[in-house]
Structure formats: C-alpha cells, structure tokens
C-alpha cells in the first residue's frame, strides 16, 4: 500500500502563500488520481483539488479555484499544492491522499497531515 508523508505547513498571515507537498513511498500510486483532502477543527473533511496521476487533469474545490493550484513531479513520487492568497478559513489539517476518482469520493489512503494556520 502506498504511504504518503505531507510537509510543508505552518503559520502564515492572511493572503500569503504556502506551497505543500506529498511525497508517496512507492510509484504504484500512478494508477491513481492524487488529491488534497482538508479539515478544520469541528468541522467536516473536505475535499479541495485533485489530479490525474498520468492525463494531469485537475478539478478543485469552489473555495481553492483561481487561488490554488496542484500539480505533481512524477519523477520525484511528489504531489503538491500552492496555496496562494490564503485566508483564515483555509485554516485546517491538510491531508494528501490518494483517490478512486477525481472528485476524491472515495480515499484509498492518505498521510497524517500537515497543519496550515491562516492568521487574520
């Protein structure tokens, strides 16, 4: 099963930016869709942008599109997120995971997290 390990969070002023990233343990991840999963405190996971492993499509959240992009290097096993113009209510744990389709319906595994604090 494939592991994967977030870093890149940490404590940023409301509209700065962070870019996380997700390095996976095994290349069989390429047959997923990879994905970027968040939750706030007491609130619900949520689903935030997700990509096509191989075709690179992408599809984001309402809250992430024109402010936040993912990509991948496949050459490094490694997704990321830029996260651009962050507002305090993008505050929350952000978990890398990886999808059965491209809406993240379904996660087939994810990495412990990585908490990113947005200040106002």
């Known amino acids: 099963q494939v592991q994967l390990v977030e870093s890149g969070g940490g404590l940023v002023q409301a509209g700065g930016s962070l870019r996380l990233s997700c390095a996976a343990s095994t290349r069989t991840f390429r047959t997923y869709v990879m994905g970027w999963i968040r939750q706030a405190p007491g609130k619900e996971r949520e689903f935030v942008a997700a990509i096509s492993w191989i075709g690179g499509s992408t599809k984001y959240a309402d809250s992430a599109k024109g402010r936040f992009t993912i990509s991948r290097d496949i050459a490094a096993n490694t997704l990321y997120l830029q996260m651009n113009s962050l507002k305090p209510e993008d505050t929350a744990v952000y978990y890398c995971?990886?999808?059965?389709?491209?809406?993240?319906?379904?996660?087939?595994?994810w990495g412990q997290g990585t908490l990113v604090t947005v200040s106002s």
């Open positions: 995971a990886a999808c059965s389709t491209l809406g993240c319906d379904t996660l087939d595994a």
